[in-house]
């Protein structure tokens, strides 16, 4: 099992800029793509960004491309999403999940996932 923990998620302003992380436990973390995945309510899970094993590759959806940056140490088993630029509906639970596979922005494909943190953003 991979343990997965959220953390940087809060409130902010319209325009502010958050970091999340998430730290990795239980596996080797450099033999996963690893993903960031956010739900609002009411609505479906989406996917926001993946980075692959070496993090030569990144992913975006449309909605974030340009604003968002995902990175990964994984000397320090951990995944970043440097959040800029947010808008009210940047307002949902962030997840971050692992994949056996390189790349994905299937939720279905994902083996592990964390307990999320909330980012709300003001307007």
């Known amino acids: 099992q991979m343990q997965l923990v959220e953390s940087g998620g809060g409130l902010v302003q319209a325009g502010g800029s958050l970091r999340l992380s998430c730290a990795a436990s239980g596996r080797t973390f450099s033999n996963y793509g690893m993903g960031w995945f956010r739900q609002a309510p009411g609505k479906e899970r989406e996917f926001v960004a993946s980075?692959?094993?070496?993090?030569?590759?990144?992913y975006y959806a449309d909605s974030v491309k340009g604003r968002f940056t995902i990175s990964r140490d994984n000397a320090k088993n951990t995944v970043y999403l440097q959040m800029n630029s947010l808008k009210p509906e940047d307002t949902a639970g962030y997840y971050c999940?692992?994949?056996?596979?390189?790349?994905?922005?299937?939720?279905?494909?994902?083996?592990?996932w964390g307990q999320g943190t909330q980012v709300t953003v003001s307007s």
């Open positions: 980075i692959t094993w070496t993090a030569d590759i990144t």
């Open positions: 999940a692992a994949s056996l596979l390189r790349h994905t922005s299937s939720a279905d494909r994902y083996n592990y």
